[in-house]
């Protein structure tokens, strides 16, 4: 069993953002104190069977891990929204309890929230809006949402910052990624999946939550990426206010529908399939094509509007992929199409290396079981499909980049969506077809004409720089400075080869040498005064060569049959 943290793993005076030793050491008192009022601790008293007869003890306990939860507020909160989903992790009264998160989050004091947005707007409520509703429509973990209507007679919802969260989410932060860092410390195979990586990425995206500018200008990006797609009108997002703005606070068109939260827990039969189709095949576009996608699919953050169209509000987390890796996003989905392992494999190794030349082969065999087995056909994704890509990657020690799991992450987070609100849809097979469509997008004559002069443009640049280039080798030749590096004996293989024929040398060299020693010692006249007798020493060198020559031989053909 590992040992618990230490003080010194929990603590670091050089991050004042994230309070002192003294507020993270209270507020790991307070987690505490709230997991035993709650009866969350020991942790094995927790029932996760799908026991009939224990169904009640369930239903209680999810509620205390839900009361728990948003007592302890920010990334706490977040993390039971996102279980909420995880029907495949949980029992359906776990998943129902979490999913009470999602929209009866207590709200703010409104007092405190009027003095917060009179600070951010620079006058009272009441100049700024002609009518604000204090009570909110939506309450979460991090802000609320009023409803408004400005002087023109618009409609808009108001989010407003929850009064310090800010440096709440800051503390919370801080302290995961302390226990990550110890996790990681002791445990080999959370080194290998990049926890670290993974967890820095995610608090960073949850510290970014806290900043609403940062979230305007996602929602910018998205919506002006919308409206480049080949379908702008088919997934809706809210036309921000700008002016009215700012880092606690965000003021944005008011979109009327229901949330797929709302939607779950009127259990409506309402048919879902038309409205998760427009928002995967959006989801598609934005990480193979835009590199910019919405990353907190859950389904508080989905409505579908009355005329069935879905729309996105939430735009604290949104995920984002460098052109290199989207290149090879784009390249895993195309071979995924066409049932290419071998180019699947490919993609995986340009994007994350196996670390010993030798493993290859046995990775790319078992990456072509893993996409039969738990892509094909018929498959459905779900946390073991997760925890075997994982097991893959941790058997070769790859180490995938932390941009890509956080966009797999998405997809899981969508995908616990789907799996809650529309059982029946096929992500897999959907994703195909989708794809399809979307690289059809892509072929457009528009698109294919920016693609080109895009290209063209590059190699310009690229054949400007060229005689540059040609002139400096030139002048490094001519002046006899021209220097070329070459790594020897990078490959693991080559270093075994080299250290073979040197063992090999060796053993030959001393043998023979214990050789002539022997024949010179048994040719030597017996010394009755010497302490070991010239034939004793002859017969121990004799012996010794013989050893010495016959495991060079038997390392020699060992080397041959491992060729």
Known sequence: MPNPPRLSDLSNPEDADAGSLRSRGRRFTELLSIARRHRLVPFRRLDFSHDPATSDLRRDQAEHLRRALEEAGGGFVKMGQLLSTRDDLLPEEWTEG????????????????AALLERELGAPVQEVFAAFDPVPVAAASIA???????????????????????????????????????????SVEARQVGVQEVAAQYA?????????????????????????????????????????????????????????????????????DEPMRAILRAFLRQVVFDG?????????????????????IDFGSVGRLDPSL??????????????????????????????DAQDEPDFRR??????????????????????????????????????????????????????????????LEESRGLAREQIRDQLRPGKLRDVAVRELFGAVTAARRLPRRVDRIGEAIESGKLSVNIRLFSDRRDRQTLNGVIRRVLLVLLGAGA?????????????????????????????????LLGWAAIDAARARKRE
Do not use: C
């Not at 999913?99 to 405190?112: C, F, G």
């Not at 480049?228 to 944005?252: I, K, N």
């Not at 989207?326 to 989905?333: A, D, G």
């Open 144 to 186: 609320q949402v009023h409803r408004a209507r400005l002087a023109d007679g618009t409609s808009v919802a108001v989010k407003v910052q929850r009064p310090g969260i800010d440096a709440a989410v800051r503390r919370d932060v801080d302290i995961a990624l302390r226990v990550v860092r110890f996790m990681a410390r002791w």
């Open 98 to 113: 979490l999913a009470h998160l999602q929209r009866s989050v207590t709200p703010a004091p409104a007092d405190e929230v």
């Open 292 to 312: 910019l996608y919405h990353a907190d699919l859950h389904p508080g953050n989905v409505l579908v509007l009355p005329d069935g169209r879905p729309a996105l």
């Open 204 to 272: 960073d995206d949850l510290v970014r939550q806290v900043d609403f500018v940062s979230e305007l200008r996602n929602l910018t990006a998205l919506r002006a990426a919308q409206q480049r797609s080949a379908r702008p009108d088919e997934v809706r997002y809210p036309v921000p206010y700008p002016d009215l703005s700012g880092r606690r606070v965000l003021v944005m068109e008011f979109l009327e529908g229901d949330t797929l939260s709302a939607i779950r827990a009127a259990r409506s039969t309402r048919d879902l």
């Open 366 to 427: 078992a990456i072509a079981r893993f996409v039969a087995d738990e892509l094909g056909p018929g498959a459905r994704i779900g946390v073991e499909t997760v925890d075997d890509a994982v097991e893959v990657f941790g058997r070769y020690r790859l180490k995938p980049p932390p941009d890509f799991v956080a966009a797999a992450r998405a997809l899981a987070i969508f995908e616990g969506t789907l799996r809650t609100l529309a059982p029946s849809f096929d992500l």
């Open 326 to 355: 989207r290149e090879t996003v784009q390249e895993l989905v195309a071979a995924y199409i066409q049932d290419d392992t071998s180019r699947i494999a490919d993609a995986v190794l340009r994007m994350a290396p196996v670390r």
């Open 515 to 547: 050789g002539i020693l022997s024949i010179v010692y048994l040719a030597l006249p017996a010394r009755p005064t010497a302490v070991i007798s010239t034939g004793v020493a002859g017969a121990v060198l004799g012996g010794t060569a013989v050893v």
